[in-house]
């Protein structure tokens, strides 16, 4: 019953695909994947391991609008970010893209948490691995942080695939 289900559900998905106009395909994009920041936590510097979400909505070829969502863990240290913004890209089997996000971020130090504003300043390269599916081969942010009333200049630096719709 379950291989029954999983082969109609592959069916409508490749027949979806196929009769969707050109235009309206890789419209919405997906990313999800492993992501490292160097978080420069005055007067010690922090580097955590976490995930990277994120999704895009094409306004245009080279043109979208971004959410985006991370956690990095380590050391008794948590932090999450929630950005959103502009993304530019070079619709190509290599697509490299450029972003500017604003949002927030909430850091918890060994139980005692913080929000700030904060932005990510970053761009990156797609390559498409097959039709729909791409590896972010890269991605690095510029992401300064105001926690506890401390400017933080962090570098985030993450990786994954991406899935076109």
Known sequence: M???LALLAGLILA???SVLPAHAQDQIQIFGGYSYMHMDDAPLATNLNGWELSGQYKLAPW?????DFDGHYGGGVSTHTFLFGPQISWPARVSPFAHILLGGAHTSV?????????LALGAGIDSRIVPHVY????QADYIPTYFFNQTQHNVRIST??????
């Open 160 to 165: 994954g695939i991406v899935i076109h719709f």
């Open 2 to 4: 379950l291989r029954r």
């Open 15 to 17: 027949v979806g695909f």
């Open 110 to 118: 060994f139980g005692a948490g913080n929000t700030s504003f904060s």
């Open 135 to 138: 590896w972010r081969v890269f």
């Open 63 to 67: 043109v979208g609008a971004v959410a």
